[in-house]
């Protein structure tokens, strides 16, 4: 059983910082994919994959963040956190960590064809931006 907890979101002016965490209770010890997806308010928006990160520490991210948002794990592979920097109106949304036993190739496509059955995912926590 997968249990994810986000915290860190809150309101953040335009050009500013936040930091994102992700409490997993979870089987790490095996082939994984750890990652953020983000969804904005409004009817059927689709869900955005942001960033993900294997159990054996590759990385991707979204065209839409390279360079501004950073995904990075304790040691023990148990916390996920996103720091987001040079935030943009267009980053307000939910954000939510995801775990897939499974290659992160996988997740992606998956996230992509608007499946659900790419991971398991948080409550999410909300990043309201200020301009």
């Known amino acids: 059983q997968v249990q994810l907890e986000e915290s860190g979101g809150g309101s953040v002016q335009a050009g500013g910082s936040l930091r994102l965490t992700c409490a997993a209770a979870?089987?790490?010890?095996?082939?994984?994919?750890m990652g953020w997806f983000r969804q904005a308010a409004g009817f059927r928006k689709a869900r955005e994959g942001i960033?993900?990160?294997?159990?054996?520490?590759?990385?991707i991210y979204a065209d839409s963040v390279k360079g501004r948002f950073t995904v990075s794990q304790d040691n023990d592979k148990k916390t996920l956190y996103l720091q987001m920097d040079s935030v943009q109106p267009d980053d307000e949304a939910t954000y939510y960590c995801?775990?897939?036993?499974?290659?992160?190739?996988?997740?992606?496509?998956?996230?992509?064809?608007?499946?659900?059955?790419?991971?398991?995912w948080g409550q999410g926590t909300k990043v309201t931006v200020s301009s």
């Open positions: 979870a089987d790490t010890d095996t082939r994984y994919c």
């Open positions: 960033a993900t990160i294997d159990n054996d520490g590759r990385i």
């Open positions: 995801s775990l897939a036993h499974d290659q992160c190739n996988s997740w992606w496509f998956l996230l992509r064809e608007r499946r659900d059955d790419f991971g398991s």
